[in-house]
């Protein structure tokens, strides 16, 4: 199984070391930033599977990168666990949908047990999306999704929920996917490398082999809002989790 990715966001080098090599000893890939900057930087990379934010941070605060992170329902788009000096503020995020909250007071082995329980809770969440019902031939759904890891995560989570699942990280790969597939539905990730999804949407009017293809685009980095509109995308969904993109699948195919 990959290693989850962390996303370890603190303006305390020496945390970020410390900390960093726990979770690295535990088989956790991490990557480290000092700033809100640092760490929106580090996503266009990589989709992390839980970002660990500290509150009290120069520049963009903690709280401020969070609701940059979050939906218009004040959702974040990822699991977030908030590690701070600031104990007092546990009541406000028990407001919030992080996943958790742990001052950073808590014993080291209370940071690994807190990791642990939110990875299983949202991986669990994923895998538990029920399957298309009935005797329904079995869908088949195209993900262009150029992160690897979050690639090979919603290819398992539509796997496992029961489609046919077929993955490229490219749109080069679009064309000659589509001449030897017929997929129900097309999944674009918004951006992308050297182009973007709503433009290969677009360009799929080009394509007889599309027509009648549903077409969801997501986003994750709140560049887009749900009633933005674009050409040749039935539905925008303004998440990266493997359970929000399976919703609106699902969804889609009823």
């Not at 991490?30 to 809100?36: H, L, M, N, Y």
């Not at 500290?54 to 609701?67: E, N, Q, R, V, W």
């Not at 597939?181 to 599309?210: E, F, M, Q, R």
Request: glycine residues 6%.
């Amino acid at each position: 199984m990959t290693p989850a990715h962390i996303l370890l966001v603190d303006d305390e080098p020496s945390l970020l070391l410390t900390v960093g090599d726990q979770l690295r000893l535990e088989g956790y890939e991490v990557t480290p930033a000092k700033t809100g900057e640092e760490a929106i930087q580090a996503m266009r990379h990589q989709t992390p599977d839980l970002i660990i934010l500290d509150i009290s941070m120069p520049g963009m605060t903690g709280l401020a990168l969070l609701k940059k992170l979050s939906g218009p329902d004040g959702k974040p788009h990822y699991p977030i666990l908030i590690f701070t000096a600031r104990a007092n503020m546990e009541p406000f995020f028990k407001t919030t949908a992080v996943e958790g909250f742990l001052p950073k007071t808590s014993d080291p082995t209370q940071l690994l047990a807190e990791v642990k329980r939110i990875l299983l809770k949202t991986r669990k969440e994923a895998h538990n999306v029920p399957p298309p019902s009935g005797p329904k031939p079995r869908r088949t759904v195209l993900i262009l999704e150029d992160d690897p890891t979050l690639n090979m995560r919603l290819k398992t989570s539509f796997t496992i929920a029961g489609y046919e699942t077929l993955t490229i990280t490219d749109g080069h790969a679009l064309a000659q996917t589509l001449q030897s597939h017929s997929p129900s539905v097309i999944l674009l990730k918004s951006l992308l490398s050297g182009t973007t999804g709503n433009a290969i949407a677009a360009s799929l009017a080009d394509y007889t082999t599309a027509r009648g293809i549903s077409v969801i685009l997501y986003d994750a980095s709140g560049i887009h809002k749900p009633g933005d509109k674009f050409v040749n995308v039935t539905k925008f969904v303004p998440s990266n989790l493997p359970a929000d993109l399976l919703k609106a699948t699902a969804a889609l195919l009823s």
